[in-house]
């Protein structure tokens, strides 16, 4: 299976941490945000591994040189100059994907807690047995048609089209995931040079031709993380999973850790707060940690410190008597 990453983003509303380190890159748990994402590809055997870059490309290309993504082949697909979206950048990168059948694309910073692990393997069966132009997977969610823009089906589950209002002639509206299954036909569609949109100016494009564009609903956590509030809010929720009684998300969370962490990760609770540390950082016992700390590898955490809803990133050496509460630090 042959896997588009889009990382290109800039990260805006997670400004000013993406100005140091790109989304993918951003911790999350202790790994980067990317880890996250090829996790929910376990179990799949990825040939090729195609990622586009645009904003500081160099430590996007860095990440996933070190990360363990289990491909055979590792791609880099660079933009200069503009970002060319997710369409424009899927057909930059075309000829990575000639006669290499269907193929996933996805965002390089998703979370997503299945339910079913299975669930990637039901997608392509049904992606294969629909000759579908896509399948996009989706879930409900009761935000869709206000904070998030809605997959718009029919009564027999055709996409008809995307955005906040409702689309004339359709029934359902799902919260599209960020991940996707594609023929290797949405190149008859995509413009071949210039900033585009998948869905806009691929799926929709095909449809129109008569190409079917399907949906495949499931159950899942699915979380937000384009802002820092709700980054926050995710990794604390992550958290007390992990602290939770054996569950499904749970274990998803345990086999991403246990494929892209470079050392054992601890998840416990200290005093009133929820610690989760590499056991490559240094953690002083006599600070004051409340809500929750998440602390990455080299990750040094001083004397007499007060932390409350923080993450340090990897090799950080966080001075005694520092107070910090619902940030990152980098």
């Known amino acids: 299976m042959n896997v588009m990453l889009l990382a290109a983003g800039e990260g805006t509303r997670l400004r000013p941490y993406t100005n140091q380190l790109p989304k993918p890159a951003i911790p999350f748990l202790t790994l ?16 090729k591994l195609v990622v586009n870059t645009y904003h500081l490309p160099d430590k996007i290309h860095s990440l996933f040189q070190r ?3 289990g491909a055979k082949e590792l791609i880099f697909s660079d933009e200069v100059g503009e970002i060319l979206g997710s369409g424009g950048g899927l057909s930059k990168a075309r000829d990575h ?5 269907d193929f996933i694309m996805m965002n390089a910073d998703e979370v997503i807690l299945p339910e079913d692990s299975e669930v990637l393997k039901k997608a392509l069966a049904q992606h294969r047995a629909s000759g579908a132009l896509s399948t996009l997977l989706v879930m409900k969610h009761p935000e869709v048609g206000t904070k998030f823009g809605g997959v718009w089906t029919d009564a027999s589950g055709n996409v008809k089209g995307f955005g906040k209002t409702k689309v004339e002639g359709t029934e359902t509206a799902w919260h599209f995931i960020g991940v996707q299954i594609l023929s290797e036909r949405v190149f008859n569609y995509l413009p ?7 869905l806009y100016d691929g799926l929709m494009a095909g449809e129109k031709n008569g190409e079917k564009v399907n949906v495949f609903p499931f159950e899942c956590t699915w979380f937000e993380t384009g802002n820092p509030t709700d980054l926050l809010e995710a990794s604390k929720h992550c958290l007390e999973v992990l602290m939770g009684a054996d569950s499904a998300g749970k274990q998803a969370l345990e086999k991403t850790f246990a494929q892209f962490a ?12 929820l610690l989760q540390f590499s056991s490559e950082a240094l953690i002083d016992n006599n600070s004051n940690y409340s809500g929750f700390v998440c ?6 955490l001083g004397k007499d410190c007060n932390l409350e809803n923080v993450i340090v990133g990897d090799g950080v050496h966080v001075a005694d008597g520092t107070r910090a509460s619902n940030t990152i630090l980098l």
């Open 262 to 273: 470079s050392s054992r990760i601890i998840t416990q609770k200290f005093n009133q707060a």
């Open 97 to 101: 994907f000639k006669n290499g059948g």
């Open 32 to 47: 980067p945000l990317a880890a996250h994402s090829l996790g929910f590809l376990q179990g799949l055997e990825l040939n």
């Open 295 to 300: 602390a990455g590898p080299g990750t040094v």
């Open 67 to 69: 990360i363990n993504h």
């Open 192 to 198: 071949k040079e210039g900033v585009s949109n998948i």
